[in-house]
């Protein structure tokens, strides 16, 4: 991500400058609140290892040094985390201005890496890890974990809580939730992250529904926190609670909204996208693929349960001269006439599709050689029926040939389609305008 680099450098100077504090006696710079917790200096040089790890894991072609800083931060914080006076003992040895640390304790003053400042580094230092092995979801789990402790003592601090933040001072914190959020923009394009940072409307929406869930429990408890604290009315915080409880119910409901608009919009191009495979856009019969299939469909059907199944192919007469004189216009006019004709004239169950130019087809499941050769001549007579205004060339009047077919017993689609076809030609042949009728027999001749 190109944010990772500039974040992980920020940290970097300040924990520099945090360094600087302990070599010129500038307490300011690693305590910043007058008398609160310190960044210890292995605080501050663990920062600086996971500096030069996220920044050097950024670059493909050195992760293998931004591997070996990681494991360096990761042991000083394992060194913290181990029980007994060995450990105590090792940890102080490899602490710098040593002096300036026992001069602070003796003070009374708080100066040490916390049991949560070790936790979030370490995990922060096993996100890098994670991604310079390439485990893209496991190193992002880690670096969202890493971030719950700065979280919580940024609570703690403002709701003047002193053990939510420990011995975590606010420049640690300063350091951890950008490190955590530099680790895990490491694989942004990747696993989990690549939802939330899409630049689309799903990942912008739970982009704010992130920034709204945090800021406005955190900002409201702090005023409810803060007047229970002057006026003593803990029934307030039942108000707090109503609160948070309705603030998710509309964030939900916002998001549930937004989301079907989204989900609506995609039906709807998924059934757009559906119809331009399916559909044929000139007359809105099948088109020739989507025929096939239902045939293939109905055909597999029909022999599964020993019913009838016919097939009526048809063609306009003399399609050509009528392109010829009025031109394609009114060559359009006529197909998706016939093709209306013929839809409204046919059962629900039957299935029309066109299968290009002047050529249509017709599926009647449960139909057998009279009933398909009763419905042929129906829809000739449709067909001849139709009037078109006359123009130069033609006196209107148009005509179709039909040829029909049964589905015979063990027969394929591919017979009983070459049958139709056969049965239409010989119509054409035999002078149009007229139904011509394939029988089982003449297949096998």
Known sequence: MVTTKPVAMTVGVLAALGACGYAFSLPQLYRPIAGGPASHPLTVATALFLVFAIVESWRSRHRQRGAWAAVAALLICGLRLLPGETASLAFGYLTPFQAVVTHDREMGLSNGMGLNTAMMFMLIALAVLFYCRRWMRMSQIAAFISLAFPMVSITGYAYSLPRFYGQMSMMT???????????????????????????HIAGRVARIQIVLGYLFPFLSGFLVVKA??????????????????????????????????????????ERTLTLNATQDPLTGLFNRRKFDLCLEAELMRSQRDS???????????????VNDTGGHPMGDLVLKTVATAVKQHIRATDIAGRLGGEEFAVLLPGTDRDGVAY???????????????PWPGHNGMITASFGSATLCQDEAPSDLLRRADEALYAAKTGGRN???????????A
């Not at 019913?307 to 001269?321: E, G, N, Q």
């Open 173 to 199: 914190i300063v350091f951890g939730l950008p490190l955590g959020l530099a680790a895990a923009s490491l694989s942004a394009n990747r696993a989990l992250l690549k939802a939330i940072l899409s630049p």
């Open 228 to 269: 229970i604290h002057d006026s003593g009315e803990t029934d307030l915080f039942g108000v707090f609670v109503v609160t948070i409880g309705w603030f998710i119910i509309l964030l939900v409901t916002i998001s549930s909204v937004i989301h079907e608009r989204i989900d609506h919009a995609r039906r709807m191009h």
């Open 307 to 321: 019913t009838a199944v016919s097939l009526i192919m048809i063609d306009v007469d003399h399609f050509k001269r």
């Open 375 to 389: 419905v042929a001549e129906s829809l000739r007579r449709i067909v001849e029926s139709l009037r078109f205004s």
């Open 434 to 444: 007229r139904v011509s009728v394939s029988e089982c027999n003449v297949a096998a």
